[in-house]
């Protein structure tokens, strides 16, 4: 069920936020990887810097998630936003700063590199970004405050379709921009401009989608804050809840561990199929482009008017069974190391990846109910952060171990999601 008032918000300007979002993110990850090395890093280094992200994540995520429970989700995106906005304004200042040496390092095991001002600045930015980055469970909480039950698949799908378009958008505009005499600079000068639009299109044109409480309505055991035109009134929990008191909500824990899995087997694909398309395929990084570029379109079709189409006529629990099905077995295409079969991995990765996770969100939201969204959220981003530190970092070790068949372990993660997600047909998804 979705309040009156929140039943005419548009789910476009935050599709909008979302999309700006991720194309300045994609802007300039592709050559994050040469600054690293140019400021003295090594892959070890390039390893820890690409899971600062997520390790900060870990923290803030559910702590802006039950800030947007308890003073809005505008506030809370807009803060979320303006931390990434500060965070590419110290990511643009790393690349003009001498690179001086703060301490050398030389070890068998860990390699040869060396810490450098500039490079200690990006962990920073990287970081910062992380701490703040509370953007996406506060956006997937508003999806789920201003959206009827029967629509909810279908709009998770769309803010995956925005996703998807970012990381479409972004390497492209990436490649345009880098080539010029101003080098990577130009892309991250565009990236926090993007990042400055996405901050003010929240300040302007996404409003607030926490119900209004009629002021005669209000509990006894909350608080009146303020007073909203109409005679409403914006209300606070006298009784904070705390983030062991989700873990005792109904199904959440479960709904967790399924999200836990799939990120671990997302970061582990995402580790090594880079290293597999050098190595086993020959790819250039042009045909690696285009690949990630074909896979993200397939991924906008299927999210988009497919999942539209579909998420009419099955459940959620059904597309999420069908869809983690469909799902690993694209990660065994991919061992058998043939183009052919990579890019038909692909079709089945956007088919399996379409239908299960917007679907897993819509139904995480739906048994969050109304007055836990941003808690929840919050801390199912802490599980997918500590699922991406383990994927990231472990994804290397087990290819260095396994060649191709580092892909039958995302396979087996991915099957096991399936065998747990048939016990979702039996839970209760009504939010009343």
Not at 275 to 297: C, K, M, P, R, T
Not at 380 to 386: A, C, K, L, Q, Y
Request: proline content about 4%.
């Amino acid at each position: 069920m979705v309040d009156k008032g929140t039943k005419e918000i548009s789910i476009y300007p935050l599709l909008l936020v979302n999309f700006i979002g991720t194309m300045g993110l994609s802007l300039v990850l592709p050559f994050l990887i040469f600054l690293v090395a140019r400021f003295g890093g090594n892959a070890l280094i390039y390893g820890i810097m690409s899971s600062m992200y997520p390790i900060f994540q870990l923290i803030g995520s559910p702590l802006l998630g039950r800030w947007s429970d308890i003073y809005g989700r505008k506030k809370v995106l807009f803060l979320s936003q303006a931390g990434t906005l500060l965070s590419w304004i110290i990511f643009f200042i790393a690349l003009f700063v001498p690179v001086t040496v703060l301490m050398p390092v030389s070890s068998g095991i860990l390699g040869s590199f060396v810490i450098t001002v500039p490079l200690v600045l990006l962990f920073i930015a990287r970081g910062f970004d992380g701490l703040t980055g509370g953007n996406v469970s506060v956006s997937n909480a508003y999806i789920a405050d201003i959206t009827e039950d029967k629509d909810r698949s279908k709009n998770f799908g769309k803010m995956s379709v925005s996703t998807n378009l970012g990381f479409i958008v972004g390497p492209a505009l990436a490649g345009i921009l880098s080539v010029t005499i101003y080098g990577e600079a130009l892309p991250v000068l565009a990236a926090i401009l993007i990042s400055l639009a996405g901050t003010i299109l929240i300040a302007l044109y996404v409003p607030e989608s926490r119900r209004c409480v009629p002021k005669d309505k209000v509990p006894s055991e909350l608080s009146i804050t303020s007073d909203k035109p109409g005679g409403c009134a914006d209300t606070t929990p006298m009784q904070k809840q705390k983030f062991r008191d989700v873990l005792e909500l109904k199904h959440i824990p479960y709904m967790f561990l399924i999200y836990f899995l799939i990120f671990l087997g997302f970061n582990t694909f995402y580790t090594a199929f880079p290293v597999h398309a050098a190595n086993d395929l020959q790819w250039s990084i042009a045909e690696l482009g285009f690949y990630f570029s074909f896979l993200s379109i397939m991924l906008v079709i299927v999210e988009g008017p497919v999942l539209t189409y579909v998420s009419k006529r099955y459940s959620d629990p059904f597309l999420i069974i069908s869809g983690s099905l469909i799902l690993g077995s694209n990660f065994v295409l991919l061992a058998f190391g043939s183009t052919l079969l990579t890019y038909v991995a692909a079709i089945l990765f956007a088919v399996g990846n379409g239908f299960m996770w917007p679907s897993i969100q819509s139904m995480l939201s739906k048994l969050a109910g109304k007055d836990n969204q941003g808690l929840v959220q919050g801390v199912s981003g802490s599980f997918v952060s500590i699922a991406s530190i383990l994927g990231l970092i472990g994804g290397g070790f087990i290819y260095e171990l396994m060649g191709r068949n580092a892909f039958i372990v995302s396979a087996i993660i991915i099957y096991l999601v399936f065998a747990l997600s048939l016990r979702l047909r039996s839970f209760d998804v009504s939010s009343e």
